[in-house]
C-alpha cells in the first residue's frame, strides 16, 4: 500500500512465483523484501530465505542481474534485511559480510523508538538526512554485527540514544539502518 501511495505500480510476488518462473526480477525495477516472519514463523528465517536463493543457480543469477542493473533499487525490512546481509547484496564489495545477529536482550523487543537519519545519499532515505522519527520495531535479530570500522558504512538511520531499550538490540554506532554506498 505503501508504494501505492508513492506512485508506484506495486506487485506482490512471491518466491514460488520466482522459483516457478512466473516473475522474473527482470520484470521489475524496485524489489522490497518484506519482514513481519515473512519466509516462516522462526528466528533465523532471514537465513532460510537466502539458502533458498543460494543453493538454486537460476535465482542466484537472477538476483545478481537485478542488482547489477544500475536502474534498480531494493529495500529489506526485518528478515528482509536480514535475507539481503545473507546474500552479500548491500556491500557486495566487502570480503567480510555484515550480519544480523540475536538482539543483546536475547528476547523478541517491540518499541516504539525515536531514530535519526543522518546525511546520506539512499535513495529511499536521502531526502530524509538530518530529521528524527518516531517508528514501531519488533525484532528478535535486530542487531547489526559489522566487521569493518562504521565509515566503511552508508548507516542511514540511527537510534537517538545508544543505550538499552532506546536501542532495543544492542547494535554498535546505535545503527538501525544501513544502505550500499550507490545509495540504492
Not at 87 to 116: A, T
Amino acid at each position: 500500500a505503501a508504494f501505492t501511495r508513492a506512485g508506484f505500480d506495486a506487485y506482490d510476488v512471491h518466491m514460488t512465483d520466482l522459483l516457478t518462473g512466473r516473475a522474473d526480477l527482470a520484470e521489475f525495477v524496485g524489489l522490497a523484501c518484506a519482514g513481519g516472519f515473512s519466509y516462516g514463523d522462526v528466528l533465523g528465517a532471514g537465513g532460510g530465505w537466502a539458502k533458498t536463493i543460494l543453493h538454486n543457480d537460476r535465482m542466484i543469477e537472477m538476483f545478481r542481474t537485478f542488482f547489477n542493473r544500475e536502474d534498480t533499487f531494493g529495500l529489506g525490512i526485518c528478515n528482509g534485511c536480514q535475507l539481503m546481509a545473507e546474500l552479500g547484496l548491500v556491500y557486495p564489495e566487502h570480503e567480510k559480510k555484515h550480519k544480523m545477529v540475536h538482539n543483546d536482550s536475547h528476547k523478541f523487543e517491540s518499541n516504539f523508538v525515536s531514530l535519526e537519519i543522518p546525511k546520506n545519499n539512499s535513495v529511499m532515505f536521502g531526502s530524509l538526512s538530518g530529521t528524527k522519527l518516531g517508528v514501531w520495531v519488533a525484532h528478535g535479530e535486530g542487531k547489526f554485527e559489522f566487521p569493518y570500522e562504521e565509515k566503511e558504512y552508508n548507516i542511514i538511520a540511527k537510534y537517538n540514544y545508544d543505550g538499552y531499550p532506546a536501542n532495543p538490540n544492542g547494535s554498535p554506532w546505535s545503527v538501525a539502518g544501513v544502505c550500499s554506498k550507490d545509495g540504492r
